[in-house]
């Protein structure tokens, strides 16, 4: 059921605030309107573009914070980022990620994002990838967006080791899974964590 346009936008921007990364057309599909209406919305509420809101919301984050790897080197889009604990990025499936004769995404793409996403959360200068435990559970395809969330599930000053899961998402299935054991100098803080549920 149609909203009145004031009660709409009221509540376009509770749904924003609370889901700072929700696409135009999720917006459209979840109040029935047009994406033409959202955008227009949007403008009156001086709410700007999704990807004007990520790059507002991470690009200072990140250039203050991460040690292991540039940010012209992460696949896909850091959106958030708690070092040494958790991070999120998304990755918009294009046409340059895809097989030209059945519009699947090639696999390295998908694991590219996992696998840098679980460097960029490292809080050390040196973070490599040791070995890797990956499984695809289903295709994905040109123009779904990939969110890739980490958690470091176990981390030893000892061994200089860190674990950490990597699990994508296209709206709500997974897509990908991956724990990746990672290497780190001994820079690292604090005690060793024993893993934990997330």
């Known amino acids: 059921m ?9 509540k376009l921007r509770q749904t924003i605030e609370e889901m700072p990364f929700i696409t135009d057309e999720a917006l459209a599909n979840q109040f029935h309107v ?40 992460v696949i896909g889009e850091v959106i958030d980022l708690e070092l040494d604990e958790r991070a999120i990025s998304i990755l918009d499936i294009g046409a340059e990620h895809v097989f030209s004769r059945n519009y699947i995404a090639r696999g390295h793409h998908l694991f590219a994002q996992a696998n840098s996403l679980a460097v960029a959360v490292i809080n050390d200068e040196l973070a ?8 695809f559970t289903r295709q994905v395809k040109q123009g779904e967006r990939v969110v890739a969330k980490a958690n470091v599930i176990s981390s030893s000053a000892r ?28 820079e690292q803080k604090g005690e060793d964590r024993n893993e934990v549920s997330n």
């Open 128 to 135: 490599l990838t040791i070995k890797a435990d990956i499984n």
């Open 34 to 73: 047009s994406i033409q209406t959202i955008r227009l919305d949007r403008m009156e509420l001086s709410i700007p573009e999704l990807r004007e809101r990520i790059k507002s919301v991470a690009t200072d984050q990140w250039n203050e914070t991460v040690k292991a790897l540039p940010i012209d080197e």
């Open 2 to 10: 149609k909203l009145p346009k004031k009660q709409r936008q009221e």
């Open 159 to 186: 061994n200089m080791r860190t674990k950490v899961e990597v699990n994508s998402y296209v709206e709500n299935e997974v897509v990908f899974s991956g724990v990746f054991d990672m290497y780190r100098s001994n």
